[in-house]
């Protein structure tokens, strides 16, 4: 370092001029060796640091000998400039150390209070679910980038998340998001059948489905699944519509396997218990989508066998969760609707998936026992005649 062509180093006794004596913070002197040229210069602070670790090396000294202006100086450009990983946890590290003076340092990791993680959330939803439509050139990518940012944020430990997604707001924006990705997937799935450019529209649709897979475990984390649950039975007779419409009765079958997935998804939340929803509406939901899953199911296997490394079959995890989800709500319904729908499997050309058996044998255990308990109902209203 230096003002002219000849360069110096600090505590170079061969060329310095001046001795500085410092007193340590545990009173302890220490000389330093410098050179008068420099010291009468006072070059700007601010431009000799030129690295998070310089900064912070000087910044562990000058707060040693309570040296202020270059302790503030550190302290600046350690707060303005930005950080890598490493540099964080190093910054962590040192600064913790250092105490109250270099708090400053710490304020972009500092925990944020629950008003604002609330405005952030409801900003990212709206982003998230196109409520807002992102400025162009962002497009789609805003809309992910917001999506990612959520489920970081309902999968981090923080303790203003649970009292950010039992806020009535937040629970109402994310509804909203709910139904305007509902919306768009409706008005895409509705075009496919009428446009000629049948691989852009069905891109589209995929893409809704994306959203609407990502908001389904959204929704399960803040316990409002039962919103989605409601908003797929209300709409799931036109989805069928398209589906099985003779346009497409050889063709999309990533987007018969992505619906497949999602309506796994509402059986599994509806059967085992996590959504309670009238008979009527189970009911409903099996009716619609067990007969749609035995007609699908065997023509993908038949494809994936007839053509190596085919993607869109139906996986064992896929499907064993499938079956579990469908014999634990037919269980659960009342015996009559459990009768039709048991009479319809037996009676199809698929008996094989789902595997319906345990089903049957637990409807069939209950109606016996049914029949004994009105025989044996009977029984005590006849002997209790014949004793008067």
């Given at each position: 370092m230096g003002s002219s062509s000849v360069s110096f180093a600090l505590n170079d006794i061969n060329t310095c001029d001046v001795s500085i004596r410092l007193i340590n913070s545990k009173g302890r002197p220490q000389v330093f060796h410098s050179h008068s040229s420099i010291l009468k210069e006072k070059n700007s602070l601010l431009d000799s640091w030129n690295s998070v670790h310089s900064a912070l090396g000087v910044l562990q000294l000058a707060t040693e000998f309570n040296c202020q202006e270059i302790v503030e100086s550190c302290i600046q450009y350690l707060e303005a400039i930005p950080w890598e990983d490493k540099e964080e946890e190093l910054i962590l590290k040192v600064v913790t150390n250092l105490g109250?003076?270099?708090?400053?340092?710490?304020?972009?990791?500092?925990?944020v209070d629950f008003s604002a993680t609330k405005i952030v959330?409801?900003?990212?939803?709206?982003?998230?679910?196109?409520?807002?439509?992102?400025s162009p050139p962002f497009g789609d990518e805003l809309k992910i980038s917001a999506q990612e940012q959520i489920d970081y944020m309902l999968g981090d430990d923080d303790v203003e998340i649970p009292l950010v997604?039992?806020?009535?707001?937040?629970?109402?924006?994310?509804?909203?998001?709910l139904l305007t990705i509902c919306s768009s997937f409706n008005k895409d799935l509705s075009c496919i059948l009428?446009?000629?450019?049948?691989?852009?529209?069905?891109?589209?649709?995929?893409?809704?489905?994306?959203?609407?897979?990502?908001?389904?475990?959204?929704?399960?984390?803040?316990?409002?699944?039962?919103?989605?649950?409601?908003?797929?039975?209300?709409?799931?007779?036109?989805?069928i519509h398209v589906m099985e419409d003779k346009l497409l009765v050889s063709s999309s079958w990533s987007l018969k396997l992505k619906i497949i997935e999602l309506s796994g998804k509402v059986l599994d939340a509806v059967g085992y218990g996590n959504?309670?929803?009238?008979?009527?509406?189970r009911v409903n939901l099996l009716k619609t989508w067990l007969p749609y899953i035995r007609k699908t199911k065997p023509v993908l296997d038949s494809i994936g066998n007839e053509e190596t490394g085919y993607p869109y079959k139906m996986d064992d995890d896929l499907c064993q969760n499938i079956e579990g989800s469908i014999v634990a709500l037919l269980s659960a319904l009342p015996s009559n609707d459990q009768a039709d729908i048991l009479a319809d499997w037996m009676n199809g050309e698929q008996v094989r998936y789902p595997d319906?058996?345990?089903?049957?044998e637990i409807w069939c255990y209950r109606t016996k026992s049914a029949k004994r308990r009105l025989v044996e109902g009977l029984d005590r209203v006849g002997n209790a005649t014949v004793s008067l």
């Open positions: 109250p003076v270099a708090m400053p340092i710490l304020a972009r990791v500092q925990p959330f409801i900003s990212a939803i709206h982003f998230a679910t196109s409520i807002v439509s992102p997604i039992a806020d009535a707001e937040v629970k109402s924006e994310t509804k909203k998001g009428s446009q000629s450019n049948n691989e852009t529209a069905e891109k589209r649709v995929l893409q809704s489905l994306s959203d609407l897979n990502w908001i389904c475990c959204i929704l399960s984390k803040m316990g409002l699944m039962k919103e989605f649950v409601d908003q797929w039975i209300d709409f799931q007779d036109s989805v959504v309670i929803i009238p008979s009527a509406r319906l058996s345990e089903a049957f």
